[in-house]
C-alpha cells in the first residue's frame, strides 16, 4: 500500500513561518483530494486545508495565512505555514482521498509531524 511519509514539521516562534512536505511512496489510483489535517493536544482532529482538481478550502482560521499546493509529478503535497499563530501547535497530518464515481471511498493518512509555536 501506498504511504503517506510528513516532513518539516518543528519548533518556530509566533509569527513565523513553516512549510510542511508530504510524498507519497507511490502513485496513488483513483486520488480525487489530498489534503491537511491536524489534532492539537486534547482537542479532536480537524481539517486544514484540502485540495482538488477543482477546489481548494482552508479551515477560516488558517485562511489568509497558510497555502496548500501540490506538484503530482512528484507525488507531493505541501503546505506553507506563514504568520503562525500559538493555537497552530498541533501533529499536522496529509490525507489522500481515494474515490470511485464521485464518491470517497477511501482515505491515506500520513503518520503526522509535530508543529510546536511558542511565545
Known amino acids: 500500500q501506498v504511504q503517506l511519509v510528513e516532513s518539516g514539521g518543528g519548533s518556530v516562534q509566533a509569527g513565523g513561518s513553516l512549510k510542511l512536505s508530504c510524498v507519497a511512496s507511490?502513485?496513488?489510483?483513483?486520488?480525487?483530494?489530498m489534503g491537511w489535517y491536524r489534532q492539537a493536544p486534547g482537542k479532536e482532529r480537524e481539517m486544514v486545508s484540502s485540495i482538488s482538481s477543482d477546489r481548494i478550502t482552508y479551515e477560516d482560521s488558517v485562511s489568509g495565512r497558510f497555502t496548500i499546493s501540490q506538484d503530482n509529478v512528484k507525488n507531493s503535497l505541501y503546505l506553507q505555514m506563514d504568520s503562525l499563530k500559538i493555537e497552530d501547535t498541533a501533529v499536522y497530518f496529509c490525507?489522500?482521498?481515494?474515490?470511485?464515481?464521485?464518491?470517497?471511498?477511501?482515505?491515506?493518512w500520513g503518520q503526522g509531524t509535530h508543529v510546536n509555536v511558542s511565545s
Open positions: 490525507t489522500a482521498d481515494i474515490c470511485y464515481r464521485g464518491v470517497r471511498t477511501g482515505r491515506l
Open positions: 507511490g502513485s496513488i489510483a483513483n486520488r480525487c483530494a
